[in-house]
């Protein structure tokens, strides 16, 4: 035992290193913070912060809090969208889909009431999901008294709740909410909108695009929530995107199934898909540009371009936003016998908990990324398959490459976003599909919490 | 700062008060241990360690240490089989599988050499996997001077490798061990052989049956190795399954494959797939008892039970040491249209990671239960399905069950096996899967440490 001062400042000394290796190993153990509450913004969010958006004509906004679940915060969000505006959209495949799911698909295939205008009313706290019969009338109340406040048929006002599920949505809250919602109803609201809709999202997500139609500009602007695919008590991916095109319901429900796969269904946090995501996208034709009737035209094809460009921004912040990530990272799948194929080989690599923690561990470990095709069941030839990390090929011809740099890799796998490139040898096809690594954080933001 | 002995005293006592809550944190963040080098027994290890296995007349072991990869470390695995034994397997349908399995796949088929016994020679440390034309020649240079050495035609030689993937083989070193190993060939060294195969594994799995055969007992006695599906550098899981029953090869292979998908493909770490994952069964023959010819006979199936209870075992241990894992849990599905949406639907809530961590923190979200049946593409209701968490009915009808109890389902929780039940309300089919949980531990060893 120590006696004089010396020997108490040696051993405090001593204890004063292990205090600090201690605190970093917990650091690192924990990804930096501890528990949830810190819910520090994703270090892969953009550095910009949240983006201009263009005002789109025939679009405003408002937000609230209605106290769905907790008081004082903002999580309600009213989109009212001018008559004769076009609705397209697409849905989770889920066969556990929640009620407002249901109802916005029914509602989408009746085109009756456009001449009258559409509404869009989405709630956070409470994801009114697994709640029996209760839930289609809390979607009925909601859309029904929104429908009413704006002289609206119900068909045209579309719901998505997101947030704790099992639970009764206090609907009646919402619903008492609705006249101070309309009165505030703003072209200029959207970013109070994006940030209505989050629930464990650390930033706000927008995004927009602009091309020249004939006769004047017509613009897109988005917005997204959504932590992944997955959050505590299955949060959800909802997307809503505005457009001033003048263009057919049918036409728009064509372009936005046919860039769906390439955009949102081809992002993956960790595999588990919600009861409620919901994509949304309204055409108010109130841009000066002829409409857009010809898919294959000039303007039809910039048109979905930068209807593309926008799905495919916010689909990536979203991964941006993944629970716990440090990477983002891009699997590039090329030589493939057909796009299915491309696309289930990378999502295999990009949802392999063994690729997904070695990428955490900045760890090139690229026979983790053959097993993946391996377990895949798309087509794959062993002996065919090279492999990149970045510009670096790493692996070909069924072996490591004969000029593998190990230090080289190492350094490339320090960055924050990577791509992965896999080229099967086999045939033209090719998908890109965007993940991110899978990190103590996500443990703690899941497992150690009680959402 | 402190200027004397008593001052400094306190800064002491204060610092070795934060050290031992520095590492009370760290301990849980990562699971009790900090890092790989403890590498502790999981504690869901059987309590009894190893079992006494019986002796399987025809079948010998020798275990020694070839430097594989390391030296003094045991390695190499032997099995001789008594002239006459029939083999029996099933391999992983990985595209990307390794030479070794390639080449068994192929000597099963070819069952002209019985007459003059086989072996099986395993060695861990290199899997011997993704290493282009230089991986079949180093499995013909293992089998090839086993069947020399041993006296067989290299047809009935068996090869397994497991360890790092994309190094070659220093197959030299195995074949420079096989005399000593012949040497000490011994029917009581199954235990040393269990130990031999083992890689991130931190206990020898082993597993018995006996029942009574026309004129005498059949016995039955298995080892396994694996830490789930999955381990770092693709370490894969090997079992061999040695019985003394006369029996031909082909309803050894029958029954082998008709038990398989309700024991090692009914279990899931974390539903990564090896490249070199090979179940093995040989029967000697040597039993007193009366040939096993007619499947469904008595013997028949009282034979294919006891085969599938030590399949099974040997499959729960696997998940028993998974890595990271804390709770060992069944998850039952039954009321399934066919039992393939059966296993579909298990699987979909084994793997999915918000399910896992949700156990993992002791949480009762049966939430997530209901997300994994939604995204599972198997056939479900969502109004039909009930949920339990042990007897605890937790919901039913589409909603939370009015009688449910949080208190009860909390304390439920924090045992370490737990059984998950999902009635699907829609046939008579029914199937059950194992896992484990998903932790801090699991980030621990597959992304912080590079293997």
Chains 1, 2 share one sequence.
Not at 134 to 143: F, K, M, N, P, R
Not at 402 to 413: C, D, L, N, V
Request: charged residues 20%; contains cysteine; hydrophobic residues 45%.
């Amino acid at each position: 035992m120590p006696s004089d001062a010396k020997d108490w400042k040696a051993e405090a000394e001593r204890l004063a290193a292990q205090v600090s290796a201690l605190a970093a190993d917990l650091a690192a153990a924990t990804g930096g913070t501890k528990g949830k509450k810190a819910n520090p913004v994703s270090p892969l969010a953009p550095k910009e912060g949240f983006p201009a958006l263009p005002r789109i004509g025939g679009v405003s906004f408002a937000a609230g809090a209605a106290g769905v679940r907790y008081s004082g915060r903002t999580d309600v969000m009213l989109a009212r969208l001018a008559p004769g505006t076009a609705i397209a959209g697409a849905f989770t495949r889920s066969s556990t889909r929640a009620a407002c799911i249901l109802d916005c698909e029914t509602k989408l295939t009746d085109r009756s009431g456009r001449s009258s205008g559409a509404a869009i009313i989405v709630n956070s706290g409470n994801a009114n999901a697994f709640t029996g019969a209760a839930g289609q009338e809390a979607v009925d109340a909601v859309t029904g008294s929104a429908a009413a406040a704006l002289g609206l048929p119900v068909s045209r006002v579309f719901s998505s709740s997101t947030g704790v599920i099992g639970e009764p949505l206090r609907h009646e809250r919402i619903t008492a909410k609705l006249p101070e919602l309309i009165a505030a109803l703003d072209e200029g609201a959207i970013e109070a909108a994006a940030r209505a809709i989050m629930t464990t999202d650390t930033f706000p997500k927008g995004a927009s695009a602009e091309i020249a139609g004939e006769g004047g500009a017509i613009r897109i602007a988005g917005i997204a929530k959504g932590s992944g695919m997955i959050a505590p008590d299955m949060a959800t991916m909802l997307v809503y995107i505005f457009t001033d095109a003048a263009i057919s319901p049918e036409l728009l429900q064509t372009m936005v199934a046919r860039q769906v796969d390439a955009t949102f269904n081809a992002i993956t946090v960790d595999s588990d898909t919600s009861t409620s995501d919901a994509l949304v996208v309204a055409a108010t034709g109130a841009s000066a540009a002829a409409p857009v009737e010809d898919a294959q035209g000039q303007v039809g094809r910039a048109f979905e371009a930068a209807l593309h460009s926008v799905m495919l921004d916010l689909a990536q912040q979203v991964v941006r936003d993944g629970e716990g990530a440090t990477k983002f990272v891009e699997i590039r799948v090329t030589g493939a016998t057909d796009a299915a194929n491309a696309h289930r080989i990378a999502m295999a690599i990009a949802n392999s908990p063994l690729v997904k923690t070695a990428i955490a561990g900045e760890d090139a470990n690229w026979g983790r990324i053959v097993m993946a095709i391996g377990k895949s069941g798309g087509v794959a030839e062993r002996d065919r398959i090279s492999i990149r990390f970045g510009d670096i090929l790493v692996a070909e011809k069924g072996w490591r490459s004969p000029g593998y740099s190990e230090e080289e890799t190492a350094a490339y796998m320090k960055r924050d976003t990577l791509v992965i490139s896999v080229d099967l040898g086999l045939g033209e096809a090719a998908r890109s599909v965007w993940t991110c690594d899978l990190t103590h954080r996500y443990i703690d933001i899941n497992a150690d919490y009680r959402s």
